[in-house]
Structures are given as C-alpha cells and as structure tokens.
C-alpha cells in the first residue's frame, strides 16, 4: 500500500485562489467514491501505486476541463512494502514515539 | 504569511522506518515554541518565508545529529500576499465550497 | 505535451548511494526505447500525461526488484496545452531572455 | 556540501508562461556571483544547506517585486555528508555506472 500526496495547481489562471479548482476534484474524487484526506497542501490518497498514479492521471485532467491552459501536478508516493503502513498510522507512531497517544 | 511543508527523510539509515526522526524533528519545534501541523506526508508550518526556511535550516540539521549521513529535505512554500492566508482557512474554504461547512 | 521530472528514492538500503539504483531505472528506460534526460536531481520525461504516469509506475517497481523495501517518489508534472512545449525549449526560452542565445 | 533543486512558480499571473520569472530569477544570480545550472524543471544550486536556503528566501522575493502576488517555491535539497558530493559528480556517477564514460 502506498501513501500519496498529490497537488494540483493550474497555472496563469488570472486568479490567486485555487479553491475552485481543488474542490471540483475532490466533488470528483468522493463521485467515485474515492477515499482521500485533504491536507493545507494536498490531497493523500492511500493503495496500490499504479492504481493511485492511474487516478491521479484522471484528476490531473479536471482543471483543464475548467479552463486551464496549464497545470502543474505534483506526486510524492511514499510505499513501503514490509509492513502495511497507512496515512493515519504514520501520524500516529510519531504522536505515540511523542508520548500523545500510547 | 506563507504556508509551508516539509518533509525530512534520512538516506540509508538501514531501516526503513522513519517516525523517529519525524518524532525528534516535531519534539525539536515542540521545545522551540513552535506550532506545527503533523500531516501523513510532512510538517506544516506558517510564518514568513524567510524566518520558515531559516528554521528549516535548522530542522535539516537534526537527523545528522542522530547519525544520518544523507539527509533529502523536501520543501513546498506556499506564499500568497494579497490577502491573509492560514492552513486551516485553505482547507475550510475548499470544504465550503464543498458544502460541508458554512 | 507534458513534461515531467520524475525521483525514485530507496529508503533504508543501508547506503548513502543511490547512483546504482538511478543506473538501472536508466538502463530500463534506454532497453524500452523511452527518451529521457537525467539531471543532478532527477529524470526528465516527456509526453502525454497519463502514458507518462504509467511509465513511471513501472519505474517505480524497478528498486523493489532490487531489494529495496520502501521507496519515495517525486513527481511533478508541467502540463501545457496552450502551446506546444518541450524541456529543451523551456530552457532555451530563458536563455533568449537572458540574451544568451537568439 | 548540499545540492539544491528549486523551482520559484508564480501563481495567478493570468499568463501560463513562466520564462520571463525564471529569466529574472536567472539574471539575479549572475549578478550575485552566484553559480547555477538550469534544467526544464527547476535551477539547481550548491553550497552550505542554511546559505543555500538563504539564498533561495531572497529569490522567493523576486517575483513579487514583479507583481505576482502569490508565489509557489518547491525546493528538494540533497544533503551529504560521508562524502564529497556535486551536481555534476551526481550524473556522471550514474553514466560510469552505464558504461557511457569511463
């Protein structure tokens, strides 16, 4: 399972807000029934990296059916194969090593 | 004010696990009065650009102290000046837009 | 046409050195026919997004072949549908501005 | 010796080209003295990580002074320390791994 971070920013849209644009993808993403965490800084999806790279595909689509001329999508998948590591584990090991949670 | 992630990752540490490093860093801003947002990919941070890339500086030294020989720091500074600009309110006006919250 | 950088990074090899594992991503592209350009910090790619995303993903699984348990990559993807845009003529688009080349 | 790679993207600009910013980003450098090398996706820089970043605090600024009013800076810093490391040391290790150079 991997843990991936996605942004999606279009470019030279005359505006500086890019709210818009990231709702309609997650309107999108919960259409398909989709699963995701909406970050200050992007959207992490969890599953099997082909998978999560072949939805990112479609996702990177949607600002140009807005009217973007130009976007910029940017990926960091995380995927750890010897144990199974998901988005809200990560957090917790590090609150628990914190003392937060046992 | 600029709105920022980061991520610390130590290279061939030999382990695979990350969270202490992670844990250090977030104990680290936790003891320099620092507020922080804890993401399944990255810490946030907001403040002004160039006192936050000096205090990354910082953080970016604290996995050497532990025994990494590499360290990869990955940064997204987002800094948006015509009008104020904070994590939550990011993510609240996409959920606005989304009709979760008012 | 999009063009993308793409990282593949190995965690917890054990090894300060990434260059062999970059080697055999390079190596894998060169035996697929795939054009590409290295740089200091990652690998550019050019084409159609989505065939782009799924080249990656075959790319990404190469470390694991190797023996590495957890592996991070990095993406980013510049899109531009306004104009036709290639790496090499985004870089010679500044040296003309710079008045290095005409 | 850390190795850098930032990309400085102006948002909102109501242009999709990005030259004439990277061109200015560009220009600043060589009047600083400082050395550089551009790739399609981003200026890769050298030096002491806290100067590195120092630096790039001061070229975040750049575009702003040129009217954008929301600015996105991605930056990947590559930090080793077991050995002597360069940009260019980087790529050719991966070509002698290749057998393109000796």
Redesign the interface.
Do not use: C, W, Y
């Given at each position: 399972m991997a843990?991936v971070?996605v942004?999606i920013?279009p470019?030279?849209?005359?505006?500086?807000?890019?709210?818009?644009f990231?709702?309609k993808v997650?309107?999108w993403l919960?259409a398909q029934g989709v699963k995701y965490?909406?970050?200050?800084?992007?959207t992490?999806l969890e599953g099997d990296?082909?998978e999560i790279?072949?939805l990112?595909?479609q996702m990177?689509?949607l600002p140009?059916l807005e009217g973007a001329?130009?976007?910029?999508?940017?990926?960091?998948?995380?995927?750890?194969?010897?144990?199974k590591a998901t988005?809200?584990g990560?957090?917790e090991?590090?609150?628990r090593?914190?003392g937060k949670i046992k």
């Open positions: 843990i971070q942004s920013v470019l030279g849209t005359g505006s500086t807000s890019l709210s818009s990231v709702a997650s309107g919960e965490e909406l970050t200050p800084m992007g992490i990296a082909p790279l072949s990112i595909a990177h689509e140009f001329a130009r976007v910029m999508t940017l990926i960091n998948l995380d995927d750890r194969r010897d144990k988005a809200q990560k957090v090991s590090v609150a090593k914190l």
